[in-house]
């Protein structure tokens, strides 16, 4: 994961970390990144996701395990942005209710998708969310640390990366 800080944003200048994986199929690797590893499994920091893929139902399985293995920690937002990303919004949700029914801890984030707008504006809005906790739950308010990760498209990367500069 790559650290931008000072990204603008229609709010206050913000921090993102920025990842890259080819497929969601390789979702693991993000769990060997160093940085990824020390904010959300050791340090179980709150963070939000902004995620940028294909049409994720063409992975669903992998698009599902890697959801579960995020609500799992302290998730607090899923925003999604491109083709049938209102699905991978449902993907997250899912994940959430099947920890609960199970009887597990579970993060349970706020989710929203946008596969109508453009990425910079999808983008914009994932920045200017509040820094606090926005989970309506009994959660403690607490900021959380932003991750935009591309699944797929280097492109998109590269886009992401000149509108956060």
């Not at 990842?19 to 920091?45: C, G, K, N």
């Not at 599902?64 to 942005?81: G, H, I, K, P, R």
Request: contains cysteine; aromatic residues 12%; hydrophobic residues 40%.
């Amino acid at each position: 994961m790559e650290r931008l800080e000072d990204v603008p944003s229609s709010g206050v200048p913000r921090s993102l970390w920025l990842a890259f994986i080819p497929d969601i199929s390789q979702w693991q690797r993000l769990t060997e990144d160093d940085d990824w590893r020390r904010l959300v499994e050791h340090e179980q920091r709150a963070f939000g996701l902004f995620t940028v893929s294909k049409d994720p139902a063409t992975s669903g399985e992998a698009w599902l395990a890697f959801a579960d293995y995020c609500v799992q920690y302290e998730l607090v937002v899923v925003s999604s942005w491109g083709e049938n990303s209102g699905w991978l919004d449902d993907t997250f949700d899912m994940a959430g209710v099947m920890r609960k029914v199970d009887g597990l801890a579970t993060a349970e984030p706020l989710t929203s998708w946008h596969d109508d707008e453009p990425l910079s504006d999808a983008f914009e809005f994932f920045l200017s969310l509040p820094g606090n906790d926005l989970r309506e739950d009994d959660h403690e308010p607490t900021a959380w640390e932003r991750i935009a990760l591309v699944v797929g498209e280097q492109r998109w990367y590269d886009v992401l990366r000149l509108i956060a500069e």
